[in-house]
DNA sequence: CCTGAAAACGAACGTTCGTGCTATATTGCG
DNA sequence: CGCAATATAGCACGAACGTTCGTTTTCAGG
C-alpha cells in the first residue's frame, strides 16, 4: 500500500495546486482565462511551465480549476455570508448588499470574475462555456430563490415575478462593474446599489403580525 | 500631382479597406479584437496577410479601424433611425427600442459589439480602450441627453436624474445581451424591453395644453 | 541508508502570431 | 509605351504559445 507515502508526498502537490490556483484566479479576472498564459502563471509563481502544467494536463484543465477555485472564492465571500441572514427579505437584502461590497473591494483584482468569463467564452463553446453558463444560472437561481422566499414569508410584494426581478439586479450589478472596469466611475456603484435598492424597499412589506424586531440571529461584532 | 493617379489607384484600395473592415466587424464581435487576427482575416477575404497588414501597418491599428467601422454600423443603424424621431419622449422611446431591434437582429454575429469589446478591454491600457471608452461615452451622453430633452419638453418626470437613469438603461441592455449570449436565453430581451419601458411609461407625462396629435413628423410608409 | 513514487525541472517540438522586406501586378497620366 | 504610384503577394524573422519527454530533486517508509 502507498497510502501513507504517496497521501504525504500528495500533501506538498495539493498546497502548490492551490497556491498556482489563488494566483490564476486574479491573474485571469484581469487578462482574461485565455489570456491566462501558463508560462507567465509559471513565472508569476515561481516555477516551471512544465512543472506546472504537470497539475492539470492541458490548458482547458486548468482554466477549469481557475473557474471552479473562483466560484469558491465567490461562495465564500458572497453566499456564505448572506446565508447567515435567516431566510426572506432579510436574506435578499444581504445578498445584493454582499455583492457590492464584494465588486467595489476588488477580490479579484479585475472586477467580478464571472462577468468577465462570462463575456469572454459566450461565443466560445465547449467545457469552459459550459461550467461558467452553470455556475450563472446557480446564481440566478439563488438571487430569484431569495425573492420567491420574501414573498412566501409575506415580506414582498407578491405579484413582482421573481424572474424578472433577479434578471433587473443581476442586470444592474453587470453594469456597475462594467461601468467601474472601463470609466473607473465609482459613481457607478453608488446609482447600481441606490437602483437596487429602491426597488427592493418598493416592493417590501411589513410582515403582518410580526414582532417589532422578529429574531434575526444578530452577529457580535 | 499625384492626385487623379493616385485617387483612382486609391478607389480599388478603399473597395478592399472597407470589404475586409465589414468582415473584420462580425469576426471581432464573435472572437473578440484580439482573437480577430490578421492572418485568418486574410483567409477569410481571400487576401495574403501581408497584403492586408499593408492597409494597418499594425494590429493595433486594424483593432482601432474595425472598432471605427463598428461605430459607424451602430450610427446607421441605431443612432440616425432614432432620430428621425423628434426631440424629446418620442426619440427617447425609439432609441431605446430601436437598440433592442439592433440587439435582437445580430447585426453583429456575436451580439452586441461594443458590450463585448469594452469587457475585453477594460483592463488593458492602450488606444483601443481609450477609443472605447470614449464611444460608450458617447452613448451615454446621447440617453441621458434625450431624458433632458423629454423633461425639457415637459413630457417625462423633471425629478428623475437622467445620468442615473440613463444607467439603469444600460445596465438592462448589457444584461440582455449577455444573457442571450451566455444562455441563449431569447426571454432576456422581453425582461430587458419590459423592465425598460416600464420605466419610461412610469415616469411619462402628457404634454399639458399641446394638441392631441402635435406636429410629429409623419414617415411616408 | 536505500528505495520508489510524487513533484518539479529544462529543453525542445510544432504552430501561430505580428511584423518587416522585397518583388510583382495594376492602372491613370504624359 | 514608359513612368510613377499604389495594391497585393511571397517569404522569413523572432517571439510566444501549448504540449511532450526524459531527467533530476525531494522525502516518507522499509
New interface residues.
Partial sequence: MKTAASKARQAQGDKSHQAILEEAVHLAS???L??LTIGRLATAIGMSKSGLFAHFGSKEGLQLATVEAARSIFVDKVIAPAFKAEKGLARLNRLCDIWFDYAESHVFR??CFF??A???F??RPGRV?DR??EI??EWFGLLSQSISEAQEAKEFDPTVDP??LA??I???E???N??L???DDQN?FK??R??VFARLKAHSRRRKSGPKAPGKKRKAS
Same sequence: chains 1, 2.
Fill in positions: 484581469v487578462e482574461g485565455e489570456g479585475g472586477g462577468a468577465a462570462a463575456s469572454e459566450d461565443s462555456r461558467i453558463a450563472m444560472r424572474v424578472q434578471f433587473e443581476n442586470s444592474l453587470i453594469g456597475a462594467w461601468a472596469q472601463l470609466f457607478a446609482r447600481a441606490e437602483a
